[in-house]
């Protein structure tokens, strides 16, 4: 089966501070998108990145960037400036498209 | 911006009672799916849907569980005898293809007594 793993329940940072998910996964296809999606206290899913595994430039969104590792299949979202909006669970979903991570809970203290 | 939209927000019901949950789609998406989120768990796949027919289904979407599209334009999540374990947040989701961007909905809290 296919696999998309988040490795950190939880993180906290510092308003202001830059972070970095962490998302790896298992796919035997080659071409594929992956996706970031933020759920805030709401639980809304709001989509916040995707990366097409056919482009080797990292995707950017404003504050949020992935650092995509096709060979390692690895897709990490980088969140810079951190502001306390951002707090809320992160989910990565994977190549294998209805599959979801099990979550990082991310917290930004003022 | 076009949104997909969920009815209801909230349902409360009676173990053993049936329900249907209602996803109005962006109307250019032909792709539907239907995701569920037990509080503080994972979001599991439930079904995916396109030119009227399931096309995937997980182990979960059992015979308890029905979609359709009756009227070109909402898709329904029908639960026929809920049980206590169905208590969740269901989410629908579309996309304009089949490995496209799926947009969530605000979901649907279910709560089953």
């Known amino acids: 089966a296919q696999t998309v793993t988040q490795s950190q329940p939880e993180m906290s940072v510092q308003e202001a501070e830059t972070v970095t998910l962490s998302c790896t996964y298992d796919?035997?296809?080659?071409?594929?998108?992956l996706f970031w999606y933020k759920q805030p206290p709401s639980r809304q899913m709001i989509l916040v990145i995707r990366q097409e595994a056919y482009k080797q430039q990292n995707a950017t969104e404003n504050r949020f960037s992935v650092n995509f590792q096709k060979a390692a299949k690895s897709f990490s979202l980088k969140i810079s400036d951190s502001q306390l909006g951002d707090t809320a669970m992160y989910f990565c979903?994977?190549?294998?498209?209805?599959?979801f991570g099990q979550g990082t809970r991310l917290t930004i203290n003022p | 911006e076009p949104e997909v939209t969920q009815t209801p927000s909230h349902q409360v019901t009676q173990m053993g009672q049936e329900v249907i949950l209602r996803c109005v789609p962006i109307?250019?998406?032909?792709?539907f799916y239907w995701y569920r989120q037990i509080l503080g768990q994972k979001v599991e796949f439930l079904v995916s849907?396109?030119?009227?027919?399931?096309?995937?289904k997980s182990e979960i979407f059992d015979d308890q569980f029905s979609v359709e599209r009756p009227d070109g334009s909402n898709f329904t999540l029908k639960i026929r005898s809920t049980k206590l374990e169905d208590s969740a947040m269901y989410f629908c989701a579309t996309s304009g293809t089949s490995s496209g961007t799926q947009y969530f909905g605000p979901g649907t809290r279910l709560l089953v007594l």
């Open positions: 109307s250019n998406h032909l792709y």
């Open positions: 979903k994977g190549a294998q498209k209805l599959v």
């Open positions: 796919t035997s296809e080659n071409n594929y998108y």
């Open positions: 849907f396109y030119n009227n027919e399931i096309s995937e």
